[in-house]
T-cell receptor, first 110, second 116 residues
Framework: GDSVTQMEGPVTLSEEAFLTINCTYTATGYPSLFWYVQYPGEGLQLLLKATKADDKGSNKGFEATYRKETTSFHLEKGSVQVSDSAVYFCALAGGFKTIFGAGTRLFVKA | GAGVSQSPSNKVTEKGKDVELRCDPISGHTALYWYRQSLGQGLEFLIYFQGNSAPDKSGLPSDRFSAERTGGSVSTLTIQRTQQEDSAVYLC??????????????FGPGTRLTVL
């Protein structure tokens, strides 16, 4: 069945460091791919998405490119801030079901 | 309302009791989802509604779990004869009228269930 694998955390970075959170998937067909974020004390919310191969989703300085050849959707940000500390979830949606990864907790130190 | 709401926010119950969790989706959203998030785990898909019908119930972990949606709006997730392994945060989400795979899901704050 469909699945999502993302790098285990926690990831600890200093402010202004470069961030990569790896996400790979297995799926039949052509799913849409998402990154959701859960800030401390808040609900889950969409960060960015891509609906077809080679699409790049971007938001708040974060980017991810839908790579069909490597079945990946890695999340990147060039310079993280303390306010980016959160749990990040990679997800795929095909048909009615959305499959989420286990989440990666990011800590950013000042 | 402005967003997805869920009630109660916290529920503590004894093993063997039944519980009902409620979700109010964003007005006009016809697609509604239930997920379970156990401590340190990702989100586990439970069930999806399009309108009042549930074309995909494959995620319900056992026959103790059931869900319904009436009037195309409010949904209730019921867990009968709760077990300690049911302890988790139960999240509800809704999405735009198209209800397709590329739609953004809007999540509620969740109900934290603790089974003693």
């Amino acid at each position: 069945g469909d699945s999502v694998t993302q790098m285990e955390g926690p990831v600890t970075l200093s402010e202004e460091a470069f961030l990569t959170i790896n996400c790979t998937y297995t799926a039949t067909g052509y799913p849409s791919l998402f990154w959701y974020v859960q800030y401390p004390g808040e609900g889950l919310q969409l960060l960015l998405k891509a609906t077809k191969a080679d699409d790049k989703g971007s938001n708040k300085g974060f980017e991810a490119t839908y790579r069909k050849e490597t079945t990946s959707f890695h999340l990147e940000k060039g310079s993280v801030q303390v306010s980016d500390s959160a749990v990040y979830f990679c997800a795929l949606a095909g048909g009615f079901k959305t499959i989420f990864g286990a989440g990666t907790r990011l800590f950013v130190k000042a | 309302g402005a967003g997805v709401s869920q009630s109660p926010s916290n529920k503590v119950t004894e093993k063997g009791k039944d519980v009902e969790l409620r979700c109010d989706p964003i007005s006009g959203h016809t697609a509604l989802y239930w997920y379970r998030q156990s401590l340190g785990q990702g989100l586990e898909f439970l069930i999806y509604f399009q309108g009042n019908s549930a074309p995909d119930k494959s995620g319900l972990p056992s026959d103790r779990f059931s869900a319904e949606r009436t009037g195309g709006s409010v949904s209730t997730l019921t867990i009968q004869r709760t077990q300690q392994e049911d302890s988790a945060v139960y999240l509800c989400a809704s999405s735009s009228p198209r209800g397709g795979a590329s739609d953004t899901q809007y999540f509620g704050p969740g109900t934290r269930l603790t089974v003693l």
